[in-house]
């Protein structure tokens, strides 16, 4: 599983940081994050794409791809602060699903073992499966919840006559003991799917599904803390999962499922910032960015973003763990300087 540079496109690391082989432990000792790319869409059930998502998000920047990234809200340089490497692509062939899920799931492990919370670059959602498989096998059993952005609750059992999917890793998940039922959070669903007999797995697995009715009418920061405390419970660190379509298309367009009525980038990147600078991240994905689809690069932007802003957190969690003036999101840009 030695490093095999990206499966698509010019061989480059996210925004220019160093690179590391999952095969040479060494290579990443000591590193605080891993990005690694997932190119695998042979689970989409509507638009393929998403196995250019890897290459789109490492590159969707209009800044020098230096290897530094200050945050103007947060007052850091993650890309600096943490070290922040980047292990290229698990080589997955989308006409082996099973192959391809063993790959990616063994190259995740190797990174949550080491210490490094592994942040993966999809593919499409069927890549969730082994990405938190792969993470939750690092820890205590039992121990890893899940909070979930998404339009679609990819909780499906059987599709094409298969068990593996993009609607369906979130059922495989649960079943495999990897991530428990009643630790599971969704926000965003919407839409005219699942239909009831789906509805009613989750609802006896105890499940916490966010739609956005919901949302609406609670306000999303009230359904952010209620899903934080029940994240929290019982568990000692969160796996996250966006899924680019849990946006709006008018917001992220370039994806296979889209679905009117959505989050706004704010809203996903406000979010992910709060998720990563309260809560104990173990592992992270950004999945089905579908660059054939993807006017003006605006998905892409969007998901390199979501990734500055995970990272930008976890970097600024740590500063303010070491003391000294914590991070007040009112404070004016200006002061102080």
Known sequence: MSRYGMMYGPDITFLGVERCDVNEPASYDGADVVIIGAPFDGGTSNRPGARFGPMALRQACYLPHDGSRPSLALRVDALRDLRVLDAGDVE???????????????????????GAVPLVLGGDHTVA????????????????????????????????????????????????????????????????????????????????????????????????????????????????????????????????????????????LDSVRRICYELPVAGMEVVEVAPPYDHADITAFLGNRVILEALSAMARRRKDDEGGPRWDPRQPLLDGR
């Open 92 to 114: 997955c062939y989308s006409g082996d699903v099973e192959g391809a899920l063993a790959a990616i799931e063994e190259a995740v492990h190797r990174i949550a073992a080491s």
């Open 129 to 268: 499966l082994p990405d938190a498989r792969g993470t939750a096998r690092a820890h205590a059993a039992g121990r890893t919840s899940m909070i979930h952005f998404d339009a679609h609750a990819d909780t499906g059992d059987i599709a094409f006559g298969h068990l593996y999917g993009h609607g369906q890793p979130m059922r495989r998940l649960i079943e495999s003991g990897a991530i428990r039922g009643d630790r599971f959070l969704q926000i965003g669903l919407r839409g005219y799917w699942p239909e009831p007999e789906t509805l009613d797995w989750m609802a006896a697995q105890n499940m916490r599904s966010y739609e956005m009715t919901e949302i609406v009418a609670r306000g999303l920061e009230e359904c952010l803390t209620e899903s934080f405390r029940i994240a929290l419970d019982d568990c000692d660190q969160i796996f996250l999962s966006v899924d680019i379509d849990v946006c709006d298309p008018g917001h992220a367009p370039g994806t296979g499922t889209p679905e009117p009525g959505g989050l706004s980038a704010r809203q996903l």
